[in-house]
């Protein structure tokens, strides 16, 4: 099996901060990966190597190419959403269609239009007249109907409200995500794509952190909720994280034994944002 | 060729106002003024000696004096074309200063680069727009303001009982407007150097590319010039102005070309517009272009680099 993305030694140095610092990971085909780090951390000049937007050393491939000489090859199999307000202000819908319609070999015109039916968006609307939501909904109509084998989403869904947010993803879910394709997303938003999420990235100082997909990940770490009698017995075995809700301490253990956390308390799989949160602990301090 | 025709109707959907409004406003702006002179002002002009007007060709015409009064209506249809080629100069220069800054600003960019089109194919055709789409619909405006003001003169003309076809077979306005045409292309050759330069600009600059573009020439001139003054180093001033500052800014105008080829005299406009291809055999010409086209190259590379987007 061919990997989507395959990258070794990946460095990318700014003035003041290393952004990559020697990154090495692994993308197959079909995945959801979650790219999750905090601000600064990496993860859109990680993105931007991929897409060829920036240069970098190390080795990278990208569906076989390079993305550094073989970009224009590379963008028709590749899609990118990057932040929601890239859309030039004064392009119309209807523009917007024709233009991809007749430069991208690989767009289908009728899904693009089949999509833009389902919202309020009108041929001769500008970007400039829209609503954040419907300029995310004007470019996920267009990259959706793009038969592409990577989608890069960085940030897709910043300042939109729940309503398109959660519309987004599920758009993505059921009309565009199949084995074939794969998808490659950061956000801060963790909650939000957990339940859709089959790898997850963490990138901490241009480092990576964690790399797992989500089934090792529910059997390498645990959530205990311990009574406050028990907890010292907790805290001797090691765990990432405490922190304290109505009289209890909550424990996050990093593959500790499952019959003897059992014995503290309820053991429970952690939420990602908390899995996050402790192990990006110190990061602007 | 059906992306490249494809991107040059994307700059042309961003730039309508520039491109096409700007030179239909500035041409109907230019018949009004011309309406009120024909019909208001045409005697009062005349009574103070200062200009032509429709008095002038009637008593020209009423001596039997053809061609002159042909070459005199020829000029006041000219007169509105000199200015909207002027104003081609204004919109190519601004376009060229815009275009790879505003993308990156607005970070349009992102979008454009997320298509599978080259910097190289994306920028030539940014400079296509600048150098051959503006000034054929330029052209193509001049002609239709050609036919309006010529038919606001027949008016007053024929209402003077003047043969109106007779004047009109003296002038040459047809193969002037044809001529106008006819020098797009060398337009585009002799623009190269200034339009490279702003595109290069435009491409470059992190904040006002138009700083860039038109202050730094114009400083570097005065600089030498100082320099010049004060030490008796012998810099070419009047050289390095002309041939270079000059290019570089003020070849985006239609009538620099005009000047800098120092069209023959005669009678015939078509011989007089055509003579200006004899620049073609001129060194000056063709250093302006590659100095145009290596500017062009550096900027593709520009945006194909660079990522602060």
């Known amino acids: 099996m061919n990997a989507v993305v395959s990258a070794s030694g990946l460095s990318k140095r700014y003035k003041f ?3 990559l610092d020697g990154v090495s990971l692994n993308i197959p085909a079909g995945r959801i990966v979650g790219l999750i780090g905090p601000n600064g951390a990496g993860k859109t000049t990680a993105l931007k190597a991929i897409l060829g937007l920036t240069d970098f050393d190390g080795n990278l491939s990208v569906l076989g190419f390079d993305p550094r000489t073989q970009r224009n090859a590379l963008m028709e199999q590749v899609c990118f959403i990057a932040d929601v307000a890239v859309l030039p202000r004064w392009l119309r819908v209807s523009e917007a269609v024709d233009f991809v319609a007749n430069t991208h070999p690989r767009f289908n015109r009728a899904k693009c239009e089949a999509f833009l039916a389902r919202t309020k968006l009108q041929p001769k609307m500008r970007v400039k007249q829209m609503s954040k939501g419907m300029i995310v909904q004007l470019h996920l109509a267009l990259v959706m109907a793009i038969d592409a084998r990577l989608l890069v989403l960085d940030e897709p869904t910043l300042g939109l409200d729940i309503l398109y947010r959660k519309q987004f993803y599920q758009n993505l879910l059921e009309d565009y995500f199949d084995e074939n394709k794969t998808i490659i997303v950061t956000t801060h938003q963790v909650e939000e794509i957990e339940h859709i999420l089959t790898d997850l990235i963490f990138i901490r100082d ?39 809700i109505f009289g209890k301490s909550i ?35 | 060729m059906k992306t490249f025709y494809w991107l040059l109707k994307r700059e042309y959907w961003e730039h309508r106002g520039g491109f096409l409004w700007a030179p239909i406003i500035a041409g109907g702006i230019l018949l009004l003024l011309q309406l009120l002179l024909v019909g208001v002002m045409g005697s009062l002009f005349a009574r103070h000696g200062g200009g032509y007007n429709v008095n002038d060709i009637v008593e020209k015409m009423a001596k039997g004096n053809w061609d002159d009064a042909g070459n005199l209506f020829e000029l006041c249809i000219l007169m ?9 100069g204004f919109v190519v220069m601004f376009y060229g200063l815009g275009t790879i800054y505003n993308e990156r600003r607005d970070r349009s960019i992102l979008f454009w680069k997320s298509l599978p089109i080259s910097d190289s194919r994306t920028v030539l055709s940014k400079l296509v727009s600048a150098v051959v789409v503006a000034p054929i619909i330029t052209s193509f405006i001049c002609v239709g303001l050609g036919i309006v003001s010529a038919l606001i003169y027949a008016i007053p003309l024929g209402l003077g009982g003047a043969d109106f076809g007779k004047l009109l077979a003296h002038t040459h306005i047809v193969s002037m407007l044809l001529g106008l045409l006819a020098l797009v292309p060398l337009y585009a ?8 330069w702003f ?4 491409a470059w600059s992190r904040s006002v590319p138009f700083l860039w573009g038109v202050a730094v020439p114009l400083i570097a001139a005065l600089v030498l010039w100082m320099f010049n003054q004060m030490a ?5 001033v009047g050289w390095i102005c002309q041939n270079i500052i000059f290019r570089v800014l003020v070849s985006v105008f239609p009538v620099s070309l005009l000047i800098a080829s120092g069209h023959s005299q005669g009678s015939d406009p078509v011989a007089i517009i055509l003579s200006n291809y004899a620049m073609l055999g001129s060194l000056k010409l063709w250093l302006g272009a590659a100095a145009g086209a290596a500017m062009i190259a550096t900027a593709i590379w520009l945006r194909r680099t660079r990522d602060d987007a």
């Open chain 2, 199 to 202: 595109m290069l600009c435009s």
């Open chain 1, 17 to 19: 901060s290393a952004a």
């Open chain 1, 251 to 285: 424990f996050l253990f990093d593959g500790a034994d499952r019959a003897t956390l059992e014995s503290l308390g309820e053991v429970r799989r952690p939420s990602i944002s908390d899995l996050f949160v402790a192990t990006m602990k110190g990061t602007y301090a």
């Open chain 2, 189 to 196: 050759l002799w623009a190269l150097p200034a339009v490279g």
């Open chain 2, 80 to 88: 509105p074309m000199i200015v909207l080629n002027a104003v081609l």
């Open chain 1, 206 to 244: 241009g480092r990576i952190i964690l790399n797992a997909d989500m089934d090792s990940l529910a059997e390498r770490f645990s959530e205990v909720m311990v009574n406050a009698d028990r907890a010292a017995l907790a805290r001797s075995l090691h765990p990432l994280d405490e922190r304290q």
């Open chain 2, 232 to 236: 008796p180093f012998d810099i070419p």
